[in-house]
């Protein structure tokens, strides 16, 4: 009678623990997880009811259910916040199914809005998000002048790294008339020691302004990077007259050399910067009918101010004037008294910062870093080069306009997303049967 009496009252004891603390599962679910976990975060938001400040109320007790190819994958409840983080234990494709019956009295779910949605978890911590609007009223369709003007600034925001990615090739092109095919890697070197020093910034407890440290310290590592490359690669080449056709081929190895140098050390996987690619909500400026985002501003600022400054020493500097030199005419500027090894180092520090800076923006602006990014983007950079003539900083800039236009607008007129640089390179393959020395280039720079 006793046994029966003492096993009744650790069932009940047993019962309030659960009434109480809750389901293991759900007091997992409920954790924090570590910040260096990968995970799903959801924010549920009721758009149609709204605090004294204006700010949407959160929707806190909702539980989500994760799972990966039809198989549970993790569950969550969303907080006091009305966030939820679900670890899970790859990378992939998951999906988020939201159970209605658990949303608080009188908050529904909008008309259009699905109880599931699809995640590309691809990022290492917290930062794959899902996204399901409360409150939010249907609006219009968008018309086509919207859609316009929101891709003429994504192509002018393009262009502008495109046009510093571009004065980096043209700056080592028109000193030495190599065609450098590790070029793209030089870019993914500068997202890659961003992100490195980002992450080094961050933990030691300058996570205001690990980004913007970390993108100075990789220009500088990234005009390092083009120091040492002509001193211990191209120039000893150059004196051992290996001709352009071999220095060519060499630098598409040194390619492949690179990207799996990076793949390597930095993993296969793709990474974001610390911030801008957390915020939930990020802040937006406006100005002339155009919605910039807040990184969209920094990139415009960054990229125009350090293309005008040196545009600006390259036709008032001396050794800018050098360079112009050495480009019309190596031998003659030789003669002239002109230190011609010099010159050409210095072009490659400052074409390899400038390749540097346009991998740190061209990461921010993707938000995504990956040891693929620069091979990617190393024939739309040739298109723009080509389009304006080859070792010429107007005519790199000219073509990086029109290419970057030309890249974000292709989709609004049936160009798959998946296959936005077909445009570009149409537009090179034209102009090279057209006109080879391109917009601002002369025919015998070809020789």
């Known amino acids: 009678m006793r046994k029966r009496l003492y096993r009744v009252l650790v069932a009940l004891i047993g019962a309030l623990m659960v009434l109480l603390v809750g389901t293991p599962g759900a007091a997992q679910a409920t954790e924090t997880p570590p910040p260096d976990a990968t995970a799903i975060q959801v924010t549920l938001q009721d758009q149609a ?110 262009a502008l790294v495109l046009g510093l990615a571009g004065l980096g090739f043209t700056l080592v092109f028109g000193t030495t008339g190599l065609s450098n095919f590790a070029h793209g890697e030089l870019i993914t070197f500068g997202a890659v020691m961003a992100w490195t020093f980002d992450q080094i910034f961050k933990t030691g407890g300058l996570a205001a302004v690990s980004v913007i440290l970390a993108g100075v310290v990789a220009v500088i590592l990234g005009g390092l990077g083009g120091y040492v490359q002509d ?18 081929i060499v630098s598409i190895g040194l390619s492949f050399f690179l990207r799996y140098v990076f793949q390597y050390f930095f993993s296969s996987s793709t990474k974001a910067y610390s911030q801008y690619t957390q915020q939930v909500r990020e802040s937006h400026w406006y100005y002339l009918g155009f919605a910039l985002a807040s990184r969209e501003v920094v990139i415009i600022l960054v990229s125009a101010v350090t293309i005008l400054a040196v545009c600006v020493w390259l036709s008032k500097s001396r050794l800018g004037k050098a360079m112009r030199a050495v480009s019309d005419n190596p031998a003659l500027a030789a003669s002239s008294g002109l230190r011609v090894d010099s010159v050409i180092t210095s072009a490659w520090v400052i074409g390899g910062a400038l390749t540097a800076l346009s991998g740190v923006l061209y990461a921010l602006r993707a938000s995504e870093i990956n040891t693929f990014m620069g091979m990617r983007i190393l024939l739309v950079v040739l298109a723009a080069v080509t389009l304006g003539g080859l070792g010429t900083v107007w005519g790199a800039l000219i073509g990086s306009l029109v290419i970057g236009l030309v890249y974000e607008l292709g989709p609004m007129f049936g160009v798959p997303e998946s296959i936005k640089e077909v445009g570009p390179l149409l537009i090179m393959i034209v102009i090279l049967l057209v006109r080879p020395q391109g917009i601002l280039g002369r025919k015998e720079r070809l020789g």
């Open 231 to 248: 001193k211990v690669l191209w120039g000893p080449l150059r004196r051992r007259g290996t001709g352009l056709i071999a220095m060519m």
């Open 49 to 158: 009811n709204k605090d004294a400040e204006g700010n949407p109320k959160p929707v806190p007790g909702v539980t989500l259910q994760v799972t990966k190819d039809g198989k549970e994958a993790g569950e969550g409840v969303t907080d006091d916040k009305g966030v939820a983080t679900i670890v899970v234990e790859e990378l992939g494709e998951y999906v988020v199914t939201l159970d209605e019956k658990t949303l608080p009295s009188g908050t529904v779910l909008d008309e259009n809005t699905k109880d599931e949605a699809t995640v590309q978890v691809r990022f290492q911590g917290p930062n794959n998000r899902a996204i399901f609007p409360i409150g939010v009223t249907a609006g219009e369709h968008s018309s086509f002048g919207k859609d316009l003007m929101q891709n003429i600034r994504a192509g002018i925001v393009f």
